[in-house]
């Protein structure tokens, strides 16, 4: 199935879209399993479900969420930690349990185990109903670089220079950012049934427009969606630009 494509005009428009259909797959099956991401674009979509928690009554209370991604050496209470960012910017805002929250270990004794384990929680858990999904400018999903396997599983992984370079508007230096992460795979994404991928403003055009139109190649590691059965990409107008097709 190639990649749809839905145009929001703004990223408040997109994250309106992103959350309805959320919610819908909460309201159809309220003890779903979500993926989610980290990142500027998907907060939007927190906020609007969080409002739906708190006005429209979506209750999150038998849900179970599992992340993409979390740097390697990063506890849970740093501030810049994956965990820390879901914590603050949904899960303490909705009714959701946190013991079923699921984000990969920054830190612990062996966090190459941990990989293993968590493939074993997604599978336990009945896999992923929908799994929302962030770009990177460079076409990474979760931090799946350019050069990842298709059929990849959580692991270990080193963070391209472009990447660092992109995440450290949220550190102090380039030098604090992390080198290594802990990724779901392309294979373990691949696995959830549903896929939306958010993209909001001009530099992720050319990384939507590889994912939609270019090859099937691991150099754009969002390409990879594109023989899913059931992948959105919600993006906004700036990032929908270079695309060719119809809008
Ligand atoms: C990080 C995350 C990705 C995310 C990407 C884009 O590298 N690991 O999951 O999609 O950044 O982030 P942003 O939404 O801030 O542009």
Redesign the pocket.
Known sequence: MPIKVVVAKDAKEMSKKAAAVIAEVVRKRPHCVLGF??????EGTYAELARMNKEEGLSFARVTTFN??EYLGLDGDHDQSYRYFMNKNLFEKIDIRLWNTFVPLGVAADPGVGCIAYEQYIKAAGGVDLWL????NNG????NEPGSAPDSRTRIVALDKS?IE??SRFFKSADEVPRY?LSAGIGTIKEARKIVLLASGPK?ANAVKAAVEGPVTIECPASLLQDHPDTTFIVDAEAASKLSGEK
């Open positions: 991401a980290t990142g500027s674009t998907p993409l991604d999904l962030g770009i990177g990474h999903i979760a931090f990447t992109a995440n992460a992720k």
